[in-house]
């Protein structure tokens, strides 16, 4: 077992080399998600405001990734049909190390048509993809896995973490991870109303060094110990945030690492005013932090900035 961990250590990175984005045309609250995710919130508003707000908000975070010497895809959404979470792209591609690009069911019929077969494109264009492997027919038989939504890779250890959910099917979960090599651990997880969380990667982050969860949201015990004893055994480091930091998004980050090889945690301004100074120089001991200010996202869309990215990890051509 030495061995192998030491082989997947070698091959295999944490943090992604690059990032892809969706540029959005028409976003909004988005009704059809509405009933699955409490994150969301409908507020009296202008919708035209909304969209410019969010443009802005979007526009800035490109800017300051590109000013930290991060690189980006950023892809142009359409106006028609009208995708209101179509700045959320991790929960229908993921790209990984070995050339795999996996393409996801989701839950709503608005959300399906995120998916753009150019875009799958213009990523094959620039990166060594080797094989798309196309999940999206199991919509047919009511079977969702949104992406790195449902899914927590931990990709050195080979390990995909997944909370159940309406937008996490275990059976499906099992089968995308055994495609992928990675073992599955799942287990229950529930906000302060007992209500399932819609996606794991909400209340948990994993760093190649550290993880951040909400323990409190694991309410089984041997839930809570299945998952401790993972990272204890693949030597991270656990920082717990509480319940009003995960509604705030502070489990909902991505460690990403620049041109120069140095590494950032990506987050909100909304969930880095959460974090107590203990929580900070836990992390910054491994990474820096570079909180961005999406608060129209966040609220309107009920996702934050670990949403608005995929990792991408598969080698430029």
């Known amino acids: 077992m030495m061995v192998f961990w030491h082989i997947c250590a070698m091959l295999f990175q944490q943090a992604p080399h690059s990032l892809f984005m969706v540029r959005p045309a028409s976003f ?17 508003d202008d919708q035209a405001n909304v969209h410019r707000m969010a443009l802005k908000e979007f526009d800035t975070m490109v800017a300051l990734l590109k000013e930290n010497h991060i690189e980006l895809v950023v892809f142009e959404d359409t106006k028609e049909p009208v995708k209101p979470d179509a700045v959320f792209p991790n929960n229908w591609m993921s790209v990984h190390e070995d050339g795999k690009l996996i393409l996801y069911p989701m839950l709503t019929q608005n959300r399906r048509q995120e998916r753009r077969p150019e875009f799958v494109q213009m990523l094959r264009d620039k990166f060594a993809i080797k094989d798309i492997i196309d999940f999206s027919s199991e919509e047919r038989n009511k079977r969702v896995v949104e992406g790195t939504g449902s899914l927590v890779f931990d990709h050195v250890n080979k390990i995909a973490y997944a909370s159940r959910s309406e937008r996490t099917d275990e059976s499906l979960a099992r089968e995308i991870a055994q495609r992928l090599g990675y073992a599955l651990l799942i287990f229950d997880a529930a906000d302060q109303h007992g209500k399932a969380i819609y996606h794991t990667n909400v209340l948990m982050c994993v760093g190649e060094k550290f993880v951040v969860l909400c323990l409190d949201a694991i309410r089984k015990d041997e839930d809570q110990e299945l998952i401790l004893n993972s990272f204890s055994n693949t030597g991270h480091k656990v920082v717990a945030i509480s319940y009003a930091q995960m509604e705030s998004f502070a489990g909902n980050m991505l460690e990403v ?27 910054t001991q491994f990474a820096d932090l570079l909180p961005i200010n999406i608060q129209t996202i966040e609220t309107h869309g009920g996702g934050s900035v670990r949403c608005m990215v995929g990792g991408i990890h598969a080698p430029k051509k």
């Open 28 to 44: 909004g609250f988005n009704e059809q998600t509405a009933s699955t995710n409490s994150f969301q919130r409908s507020i009296e």
């Open 257 to 283: 690492k620049n041109k120069k090889g140095e590494p950032f945690v990506l987050l909100s301004q909304q969930a880095f005013n959460t974090l107590i100074p203990g929580q900070i120089d836990a992390i």
